[in-house]
């Protein structure tokens, strides 16, 4: 029997109803890092949890950046980025690394690192393939390898002393591994690989069409004389490599967003085609400044001298507590023991440092798939001296 229904009758009410889903990443909550932010403000806690300066950046990159807006470089520039940025990162690249990225087809602007790594995953990862990180690893990567559908491979770092393992390496590798995630120097630990270690990842993936997504964006903070290996340096490397940094960190602008890209063409080219519909285009007057600014390479070259100073401020603080430090080589982070501190967990002594000694820290177990808790945390001495005094202060009390 077919329903008929005359125009003056309404068809049966239901209520209105957000449809139920699947979760695409049922595993994640909120970062830890907005997590302890936000503890860190509710408590007046001193927040050297999340990763970002207090101070400000240089006044003559805010007067490039506002001229560009002033004479009217507002609207949409180049999809692939303006090429006075471009040129400027192939520019200082070949200064530092000695390696020639053509500007036109191997460089690409980003909205900052974060969509920089999620753009060359979701370029080259198909679903079933394999990819390897190395644990502890920054919080993003693992979601972007779930979202392209890959498969996420764990290889740890050695325990206390976050040194790669090649052995451990070489045997994660099936005939399905697509690509390695790498970052050096490396957050959270601060340790920065050596050329040993970079040589060492290039004999390892030569016989193989593994690509390495090379996540660089503390480039310019290694300390101690050492020299930052970047992936350039390699050509077995740089031949198969998305090399990633961020001009937030650099140049203490975390909240504009902008990075780069740098890629051999074949793999700019499929980089660009996902890049092109997920963000098309990063903020043009900000992409001019920065390319006026990047002019003088001074404010880059003299980065490592001044987070050094700054970490040896904190260190030397420090050692009126009962942390035991662990090495930072790089980075701005500097990473403590606890044990004989405190009997708490990791996350749950950060939580408790927060709300009674009034500093935040980050736990590095939010770095494990699995949650590991070596009774390790991390501190962000990306801040003025005052805030790191104030801080230590308040750690002297335990
Ligand atoms: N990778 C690592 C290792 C980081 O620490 C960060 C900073 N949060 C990023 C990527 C993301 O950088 P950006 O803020 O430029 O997106
Ligand atoms: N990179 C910074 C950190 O590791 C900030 C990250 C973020 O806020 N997503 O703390």
């Known amino acids: 029997m077919q329903m008929t229904m005359n125009s003056n009758q309404t068809p049966p009410q239901t209520p209105p109803h957000t449809p139920t889903l699947q979760s695409r990443l049922p595993n994640v909550g909120t970062t830890i ?5 936000t503890l860190a403000a509710e408590k007046n806690a001193v927040n050297l949890g999340q990763g970002f300066p207090d101070f400000n950046c240089d006044p003559k ?49 980003t909205a900052g690192a974060t969509q920089a790594i999620i753009t060359a995953i979701l370029a080259v990862v198909h679903p079933g393939d394999e990819v390897i990180v190395l644990e502890p690893c920054y919080d993003s990567y693992v979601p972007n390898i779930e979202l392209a559908g890959g498969v996420v491979v764990r290889v740890p770092l050695t325990p206390g002393t976050f040194r790669p393992d090649f052995g451990k390496i070489a045997a994660a ?68 490599a998305f090399i990633v940094s961020s001009f ?75 942390f035991k430090l662990l090495p930072s080589e790089g980075t701005y982070f500097q990473c403590v023991d606890i044990s004989s501190v405190s009997e708490l967990g990791e996350a749950d002594f950060c939580k408790w440092l927060t709300t009674h000694i009034g500093v935040a820290a980050i ?25 790191l005094n104030s801080a230590l202060d308040r750690l002297a009390r335990l």
Request: charge should be positive.
């Open 61 to 109: 990159l805010v007067h490039d950046v506002t001229g560009a807006m002033t004479r009217g470089l507002n609207q949409y520039p180049p999809m692939t980025g303006v090429s006075e940025l471009r040129e400027a990162v192939a520019i200082k690249i070949k200064a530092m690394y000695a390696y020639e990225y053509r500007a036109a087809g191997e460089i690409t602007i």
């Open 248 to 322: 937030g960190k650099t140049y203490h602008v975390t909240g504009w967003k902008v990075g780069y890209v740098a890629a051999p063409a074949a793999l700019t080219a499929e980089f660009r085609k996902v890049h092109q519909f997920n963000v098309f285009t990063v903020n043009t007057p900000v992409q001019y400044g920065l390319a006026a600014y990047m002019a003088d390479a001074k404010p880059y070259l003299e980065l490592p001298a001044f987070y050094q100073r700054k970490r040896d401020l904190f260190r030397n603080g420090l050692k009126r507590t009962r």
């Open 33 to 37: 890092f907005t997590v302890m932010s």
């Open 363 to 387: 736990p590095l177990s939010a770095f494990y798939g699995d949650g590991f808790d070596q009774r390790v945390v991390r501190f962000c001495f990306a801040k003025k001296d005052e805030t």
């Open 173 to 240: 590798i099936t005939l399905k591994t697509r690509a390695i995630i790498v970052n050096s120097p490396h957050n959270p630990s601060g340790t920065v690989w050596t050329r040993d270690d970079m040589l060492a990842l290039q004999d390892i993936l030569a016989p193989t069409n593994i690509l390495l997504i090379s996540d660089e964006v503390y480039e310019h903070m290694v300390f101690d004389g050492q020299q930052h290996q970047s992936a350039a340096r390699f050509p077995g490397l740089a031949a198969r």
